[in-house]
């Protein structure tokens, strides 16, 4: 009999829910943003010439030369990193928050109750859980607005 | 003396009227993943069967059993959703076979695979040791400091108000059927997760005013693979067909370890 093999899954049975597809987002900013920090290290750290002697020059070649050099269209390599991740640190905080105040403070989940037959509401379609989540799109809707605004705002003439 | 006639009692005839029911029939195919094990691998085979409005899923499936192909290997035992034995993957989302009507899917062919993150077996039929030995893992049984007088020398059953019930009542209906463990994504992302199910018998035990054992059960699950392994996608919840809700009991536990408050 086979043991170690599992039946795999059906994707779109997670791609269905708003509840679904912030775990998705809130494990894939996390990686992200994880790896923006070792990257974020690395260049400053380079830049600061890992400790030894270092001169403006070095800086200004590393941070200018390199980041802030490269651009795509009339933006530059470091603006559009910077954009991505502010999106991915709003997405990540709010979702992050959400899931803080109800883990720790419980606020929001239901009371344990008796059923109501047919089909009690699952608490992840509770009001006070709806709200959570239209809150979470809805401040990281915004923050991609501003964030839009200031990093693309000339360019688009705002 | 009295007369034959009577003595006979009479006999009124009470007629109920029954509701109608109307049959309605189609043709669906069934689109079924079956596994060989001596190949040790997957394979649809389509089937096509009349239906009725009646007709359930396990219906269906013993139906093409019977008349079209022996070979198909499928789990059932109480045929009305009490034994959580016939669980599958119904039109990509995990349900009972025998409480999942085709005709209400609405859809002219309808996929049954097996049940997913869980070994198979054969066909449609899944292994449960994994899933099981989670759930015993967590001690989903009453513990009392004083097992000499729980098991030998117990005078009274131990009280418990309506209230007490309440915190847990609704996870106990819980069938082990494996739906939630088959849904969740966490489970899919890390093979040692403990997964739904067990995790919310966790709390069922521990949320019982008559258990002394939740320090050491909460100790369990209090680990990387226990509860904080859960992101809450609710997807356990949304497909659990007895309405357990196994997403709020480990945001429960959860909250139990976080503020050290029992319930």
Redesign the interface.
């Known amino acids: 009999m086979q043991k170690t093999r599992r039946v795999s899954p059906r994707w779109g049975l997670w791609l269905r829910g708003l509840d679904e597809w912030l775990v998705i987002f809130q494990k894939v900013s996390g990686l992200a943003l994880a790896l923006y920090l070792i990257g974020h290290v690395l260049a400053v750290s380079t830049a600061l010439g890992f400790g030894h002697n270092l001169t403006q020059q070095q800086w200004n070649a590393i941070i200018f030369g390199v980041l802030e050099k490269p651009h795509i269209g009339a933006v530059s390599v470091g603006a559009l990193l910077e954009y991505l991740i502010g999106i991915l640190l709003a997405i990540h905080g709010a979702n992050g928050f959400r899931l803080i105040l109800m883990q720790w403070f419980g606020i929001g989940l239901p009371k344990p109750s008796r059923h109501t037959f047919p089909r009690a509401t699952p608490s992840p379609n509770a009001t006070a859980q709806r709200v959570y989540k239209y809150s979470v799109a809805i401040i990281t809707i915004i923050f991609i607005i501003l964030a839009t605004y200031d990093v693309f705002g000339a360019l688009l003439g705002w | 003396m009295a007369t034959a006639s009577s003595s006979e009692a009479s006999v009124e005839t009470i007629k109920i009227k029954l509701p109608e029911i109307k049959l309605e029939k189609k043709e669906v195919i069934f689109k079924i993943k079956r596994?060989d094990?001596e190949k040790?691998g997957f394979y649809w085979k389509e089937y096509k069967l009349t239906i009725t409005n009646r007709t359930t899923i396990l219906d269906a499936l013993l139906r093409i059993k019977e008349t079209q192909d022996p070979t198909l290997a499928v789990r059932y035992s109480c045929r009305m959703g009490i034994c959580g034995s016939c669980g599958m993957?119904i039109n990509?989302?995990?349900r009972l076979a025998c409480e999942t009507k085709p005709y209400d899917l609405g859809t002219s062919t309808i996929t049954v695979?097996?049940?997913?993150?869980?070994?198979?077996?054969k066909d449609i039929v899944?292994?449960f040791?994994k899933f099981f030995s989670n759930h015993k893992s967590v001690s989903p049984w009453l513990i009392r400091k004083d097992e000499k007088e729980q098991f030998e020398d117990l005078k009274e059953y131990y009280p418990q108000t309506e209230e007490e019930l309440?915190?847990?009542?609704?996870?106990s209906?819980c069938i082990k059927c494996g739906l939630c463990y088959?849904?969740c994504?966490?489970v899919?992302?890390n093979?040692e997760y403990l997964g739904p199910q067990a995790l919310a018998q966790a709390y069922r035990w521990s949320?019982d005013s008559r258990d002394q054992g939740a320090e050491l059960r909460l100790k369990l699950v209090d680990t990387d693979n226990g509860v904080w392994s859960c992101?809450?996608?609710?997807?356990c919840?949304?497909v659990?067909p007895k309405?357990v809700?196994p997403?709020?009991?480990i945001?429960?536990v959860?909250?139990m370890l976080?503020?050290g408050r029992k319930r």
């Open positions: 596994y094990p040790d993957v990509g989302t995990p695979e097996p049940l997913s993150n869980v070994p198979p077996v899944t292994d040791d309440d915190n847990y009542l609704q996870f209906y088959s849904a994504p966490l899919f992302l093979k949320a992101n809450y996608s609710g997807t919840s949304k659990c309405d809700d997403a709020l009991a945001n429960m959860k909250k976080l503020t």
